[in-house]
């Protein structure tokens, strides 16, 4: 049977791993540990100590606890966050299906960097005014997960802050895998992860897509930091910022993706006056390893790409 897609593997330690070792040494039983390692598809490094590991008398086939893998994606992209279901710019989310049926080639890809729903049924914070319930939060959602599925091939979705708003308040017994199983979307377009980050390679080019936990009002600040701790260029969303440049150090590029929240239409935003810098509207598209940021006119020109 196959993997069930975003669920990982088993981790091959203990017991396991010793099998493994004997079946692929059956093969040709001069390999050394670099490759067998490579046999295996494991670091060389952590195939050693697994094995040091293996060999242990009383705790080689204890359990490890993983969160899982990032998702790794391969190829072109189109790349959103901070959708905030139902309070959302629909105009916009329509922009990114044109833009991905003018210039990527199928199959089409989409990556959902956190934030797709809003999910104030799971708020902390008591409602400012009546909005939007979760039936109409559902159905919104659904209908935009389908027009979507209907343009790219496949749909990757990372968790964000409020994604997480259901895990909070069911003790980790439900998550985004549970969230996506909603959309009615065919289960072989979509793969989703509970982490918040994940890899993107286009063209021999690595993008490290995040929604972060740390805010700034500054843009490509946190972004810049994430570059430089995790040696490559990123892709932030979660501060709702819209921006290009390079780190600090100038080695990586790193953008803020925008958001695709109605800005308007979220109470705590709009009801009173702040100080806090205004959503941005934008997308991001992937295409040979280069990223383009899509804005409202006159960051864009729209007459251009469409």
Known sequence: MPPIPGIPKPELVGDELLRQVEITRGYDSQFD???????????EEIFRNRMIWAQSKHTKNLPTYSLGTPLHIEGDALVVGDVHVPYTNWE??????????????????????????????????????????WKEEKHAAQALAQEWAEIFDKIYFMAGNHDRRVSRKTDGEMDIHDLTELLSVNVRK??????????????????????ARQYSINKLTVASELANKYQSNVISFHEHHLAQGWDRYHRY????????????????CSLDDNKMPNFCTGFVMVKRGCPYLFGKAPYTDWERWL
Do not use: C, E, M
């Not at 953008?255 to 308007?264: E, F, T």
């Open 190 to 211: 979509i793969q989703a992860s509970v982490l918040g980050y994940g890899n993107l390679d286009s063209a021999g080019v690595t993008w490290r897509i995040t929604h």
């Open 92 to 133: 916009f989310t329509a922009l990114v299906g044109a833009i991905a049926k003018k210039h990527l080639k199928k199959p089409r890809q989409l990556v959902i960097a956190g934030d797709f729903f809003n999910l104030d049924i799971f708020s902390d914070y008591a409602n400012l005014i009546t909005g939007p319930g």
């Open 253 to 268: 590029v790193v953008v803020n993706g925008g958001s695709l929240i109605l800005q308007s239409s979220v109470p705590y």
């Open 33 to 43: 540990d670099y490759q067998l390692a490579a046999a295996l598809g494991l670091p």
